[in-house]
């Protein structure tokens, strides 16, 4: 019976750090002030803005410190961040968490047809790696890895980013870096190609 009840309270203690992630209620009022910029639901209207609806905890949480540090320089986001505690950014990554992206249209087929041979089998000659490897075949990603969803992302939202990798102008840690030795080796055309087709996948 002892032995019971202390496994019980031991079990509890193990999932304390799961509640403590981050409410997706308290998310949605402390996230108003991102609103006019990502959209109520995190589906940003603005092309080059970021999409944060149905975005993985982890990865927003990661992004808003890398901004916070400065190890991502972004000068709208700085400002953003500086007065937002780890509980802030917690409760706002659940509420994205819990929304859904809206997936765009990719109706140029030359685009497409060429941005999903680049986000399924990479580009050989070239040695850039399959993007469905690490972000999965529809574009989920994978979140106990930090590797971001993509599906339904802006188009130019995701070429300002691979382009940002391939200057250098993105910061990240070291798990992040991955990007820029993917994006050095990616000329404008296919960028474009793989962001279309990206907005679009699902
Ligand atoms: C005035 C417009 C604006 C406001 C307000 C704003 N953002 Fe942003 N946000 C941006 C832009 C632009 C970027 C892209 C920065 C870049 O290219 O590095 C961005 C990027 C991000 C990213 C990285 C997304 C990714 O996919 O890597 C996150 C997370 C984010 N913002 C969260 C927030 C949160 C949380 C708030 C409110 C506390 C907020 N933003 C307020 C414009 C804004
Ligand atoms: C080996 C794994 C891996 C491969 C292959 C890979 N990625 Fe990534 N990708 C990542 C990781 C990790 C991040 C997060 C980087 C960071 O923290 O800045 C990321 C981030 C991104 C982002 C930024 C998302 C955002 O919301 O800001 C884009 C866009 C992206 N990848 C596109 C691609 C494309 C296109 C390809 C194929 C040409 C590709 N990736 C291949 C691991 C990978």
Redesign the pocket.
């Known amino acids: 019976m002892i032995y019971r009840v202390a496994a019980t309270l031991l079990a509890m203690v193990f999932a304390l750090p799961a509640h403590a992630a981050g409410s997706a209620d308290a998310g949605r009022s ?2 108003q ?2 609103a ?3 959209g109520a639901d995190g589906n940003a209207a603005i092309p ?3 999409k ?1 609806a149905g ?1 993985h905890a982890g ?2 949480v990661k ?2 410190q890398n ?1 916070k540090s400065g190890m ?1 320089q ?1 000068a ?2 700085q400002g ?2 500086a007065n ?1 505690s780890q509980k802030d950014m917690q409760d ?1 990554a659940a509420y994205y968490a819990s929304q859904s992206i809206k997936i765009g249209a990719a109706s140029d087929e030359a685009k497409r047809v060429m941005g999903e041979r680049i986000y399924r089998g990479g580009i050989e000659s070239k040695g850039v790696a399959a993007c469905m490897g690490c972000h999965g075949p529809t574009g989920k990603g994978n979140p106990p890895v930090n590797y ?1 969803l993509l599906g339904g992302q802006n188009a130019d ?1 995701i070429t ?2 691979m382009k ?1 990798y391939r200057s250098g102008a ?1 910061g990240s840690d070291d798990a992040g870096k991955i990007m820029h030795s993917v994006a050095k080796r990616m000329s404008d055309d296919e960028i474009n190609a793989v962001a279309h087709y990206i907005s679009g996948l699902h």
């Open positions: 402390k996230s002030v991102c006019g910029c990502h080059n803005y970021p944060l975005q990865y927003i992004q808003l901004f991502r972004n709208i986001m953003q961040v937002l706002i971001p939202y300002v980013s940002d993105r």
